[in-house]
């Protein structure tokens, strides 16, 4: 069974650009999560949703960052207009149920220059 | 709130050592869970355990034992004869019952030397 993929593995934007990410979950996952790593910092939340629904957005910075999840299959995090201090590691993880064990993603490592 | 702390940033052990990596989870939820994820040079976040609030026995699986000790808040995780593969940042997470998001300590940089 195919695990948490994501595209694109890097992404290197101009300040000002914008950028799309995708996640792909794992099969039958209603439970989608978005995360992010900043500069060697913890892994922070971003949003949740459960199938094609926002459960939780509360970790979300500001409104320049949008997240959809249509038909409640793949995911993609926008970031419009990028900054500097967006450049990090964003993960998406799934999982079975809200209580269940997530399966992460490898990431995208974006940088805004 | 919930707060994990990771109070090892880095920590240095020679192949077939054990070693013990500590991580302490504050929340006030009365039920919640916990886990630990391997980051290795490759980039992803494995899954490696999990623990529950109100599970009585705390266990081992292969090489990787967990101590839980609700009194203290810490979740202590062993790696027993460690090895160069065993190399990695290893995080700390924790969840509540009623959400599904995830509070993660900032990583302990684990290097077993050969």
């Known amino acids: 069974e195919a695990g948490v993929t994501q595209f694109p593995s890097h992404s290197v934007i101009e300040k000002g650009q914008t950028v799309t990410l995708r996640c792909d979950p794992i099969s039958g996952h209603d439970n989608l999560y978005w995360y992010r790593r900043v500069m060697g910092k913890e892994i922070k939340f971003l949003l949740h949703f459960v199938k094609e629904s926002k459960q939780d957005e509360s970790g979300m910075p500001n409104n320049r960052f949008l997240a959809e999840r249509t038909g409640g299959t793949y995911s993609t995090l926008k970031v419009q207009p990028a900054e500097l201090e967006d450049s990090g590691v964003y993960f998406c993880?799934?999982?079975?149920?809200?209580?269940?064990?997530?399966?992460f993603g490898p990431g995208t490592r974006l940088t805004v220059l | 709130a919930q707060k994990v702390t990771q109070a090892q940033t880095e920590i240095s052990v020679v192949e077939k050592e054990d070693v013990t990596l500590d991580c302490v989870y504050e929340t006030r939820d009365t039920t919640y869970y916990l886990f630990w994820y391997k980051q290795p040079p490759s980039g992803e976040l494995v899954f490696l355990i999990r623990r529950n609030s109100f599970d009585e026995q705390n266990e081992i699986s292969g090489r990787y034992s967990w101590n839980f000790q609700k009194s203290t808040s810490s979740f202590n995780f062993t790696i027993t004869a460690s090895q160069v593969v065993d190399s990695a940042v290893y995080f700390c997470a924790g969840g509540g019952t009623s959400y599904g998001k995830l509070t993660f300590g900032q990583g302990t940089i684990l290097t077993v030397h050969p």
């Open positions: 993880a799934s999982s079975q149920g809200i209580r269940g064990e997530q399966f």
